[in-house]
């Protein structure tokens, strides 16, 4: 595709259930990074994975967040037993190479209730 | 906490006013990186900057990368209604990561 596809566009679950958010990276970019953002503020830095290697997941917050990444394309992203606290966008990006032009996709607004 | 934090947080000023966000960090970084990101959608990237002292202009958009490359400022002259959004700084490490920084909401009235 064109640019970085993210879905769902939004989420709305209940607190408890588990849900998995999808990114689909621009074709042929070796890196991939799930980031969180709370409305109107930065992002935090939450996993990046770099061709084969292993990824960091150094920014994920607990042990309900999971992430992988196919075939060296797509990936998921999934959070386990929701919290309200988890509620946020969650933006994917992608990258030629790693350290270089980051490009984002719309997000997933999540939203735990 | 964050690595790079930006001031100031909001600013909210009239069309034709000149502005200036700061990101600084106690890193040294490789590059560093503005984006700009609108409601809705995901940040695009504005500049990248490189060398220490650099700076870079992108029509009414002057950004500075400090001498030491750990801090960087962007600057805007005759801020007009378009330029509202939430700007990122970025900075890269060695092992290519990327660190948002807190971001400036800016609010461009006209």
């Known amino acids: 595709g064109a640019g970085v596809s993210q879905s769902p566009s939004n989420k709305v679950t209940e607190k408890g259930k588990d849900v998995e958010l999808r990114c689909d990276p621009i074709s042929g970019h070796t890196a991939l990074y799930w980031y969180r953002q709370s409305l109107g503020q930065g992002l935090e830095f939450l996993i990046y994975?770099?061709?084969?290697?292993?990824?960091?997941k150094s920014g994920l917050p607990s042990d309900r967040f999971s992430a992988e990444r196919t075939g060296g394309s797509v990936s998921t992203l999934t959070i386990q037993r929701t919290q309200q606290e988890d509620s946020a966008v969650y933006l994917c990006?992608?990258?030629?190479?790693?350290?270089?032009?980051?490009?984002f996709g719309q997000g997933t607004r999540l939203t735990v209730v | 906490t964050q690595l790079l934090e930006q001031s100031p947080q909001f600013l909210s000023i009239q069309e034709g006013e000149n502005l200036t966000v700061y990101c600084n960090s106690s890193s040294v970084f490789s590059s560093l990186q503005w984006y700009r990101q609108e409601p809705g959608e995901g940040p695009v990237l504005l500049v990248t900057?490189?060398?220490?002292?650099e700076v870079k202009k992108l029509k009414r958009l002057t950004f500075q990368f400090g001498d030491a490359r750990k801090d960087s400022s962007l600057h805007i002259t005759a801020a007009q209604p378009g330029d509202t959004g939430l700007y990122l700084c970025?900075?890269?490490?060695?092992?290519?990561?990327?660190?948002f920084g807190t971001g400036t909401s800016l609010t461009v009235i006209p």
């Open positions: 994975f770099q061709g084969n290697s292993a990824p960091d």
């Open positions: 990006a992608s990258s030629p190479t790693g350290g270089t032009e980051a490009f």
């Open positions: 900057v490189v060398t220490g002292g």
């Open positions: 970025a900075g890269i490490l060695t092992g290519n990561q990327f660190y």
